[in-house]
């Protein structure tokens, strides 16, 4: 019994669809491995977080408060959750480059922080997969420009 397999690249809704046709059957390789993804099998794939912390007291209790936030940073650099943090310009929050499981996770990690058991921060942590990076950070799986 013969078996023949087309691939078929088609447009539709101005996507570029690839396929596979084996008679009476039509497989959808984009939708495939957009649901692999979803179910977590691409566990290769790089996941990043930028947390933004935004200021609730005065930059007079936020300096007061500084060193103990320092601290509980370096904790957490020394995890290696933490890739980088410092205050914004202008001095109204805070960012923290972090990698995680999820937002849910470092959000309730960000609970242990010193400035948000004060009430003196909230945070907002925003997810995103890099496909691209220079030379200044190694990320395993992303790929280098130079």
């Known amino acids: 019994m013969l078996v023949c397999l087309c691939w078929l690249l088609t447009v539709s809704h101005d996507k570029l669809l690839l396929s596979v046709y084996i008679p009476h059957v039509t497989v959808d390789i984009a939708a495939l491995l957009n649901l692999a993804a ?7 794939m790089t996941k990043l977080h930028v947390i933004l ?21 370096n904790q957490h650099y020394r995890s290696g959750v933490f890739i980088t943090s410092g205050p914004q310009e202008p001095r109204t929050g805070g960012v ?51």
């Open 38 to 44: 979803l179910q977590g099998l691409h566990s290769d």
């Open 53 to 73: 912390g935004r200021y609730l007291a005065p930059l007079s209790e936020i300096e007061a408060a500084t060193p103990a936030h320092r601290e509980w940073l």
């Open 96 to 146: 923290i480059l972090a990698a995680g499981e999820s937002a849910e996770q470092l959000l309730a990690l960000m609970q242990g922080d010193p400035f948000y058991q004060a009430g003196l921060a909230e945070y907002q942590v925003i997810a995103f997969h890099p496909v691209k990076r220079s030379s200044k950070i190694d990320l395993e799986g992303v790929p280098l420009i130079e």
